[in-house]
């Protein structure tokens, strides 16, 4: 089983938006918790990114993005 993780850059890629709104965006407490914290930073789950997607930002389901 292979996991997909992915890193606040990942992140911040996916959502188009800047690396500092990135990281405010990450410690919010309706954001998911990360799965790991490494020396670069913290992991989270793509599944668990895109189900928070899915239901905060759905606009960006609309633009015919896979998820």
């Known amino acids: 089983m292979e996991l997909e993780l992915m890193g606040a850059a990942e992140i911040q890629e996916r ?4 690396r500092q709104r990135a990281y405010i965006l990450v410690s919010r407490r309706d954001f998911p918790a990360p799965v790991a914290t490494l020396k ?6 793509k599944s668990d990114v895109d189900a928070w997607i899915a239901e905060k930002r759905p606009h960006l389901l609309e633009t015919g993005e896979e998820l």
């Open 15 to 18: 959502l188009g938006i800047s």
């Open 40 to 45: 670069m930073g913290s992991v989270w789950l």
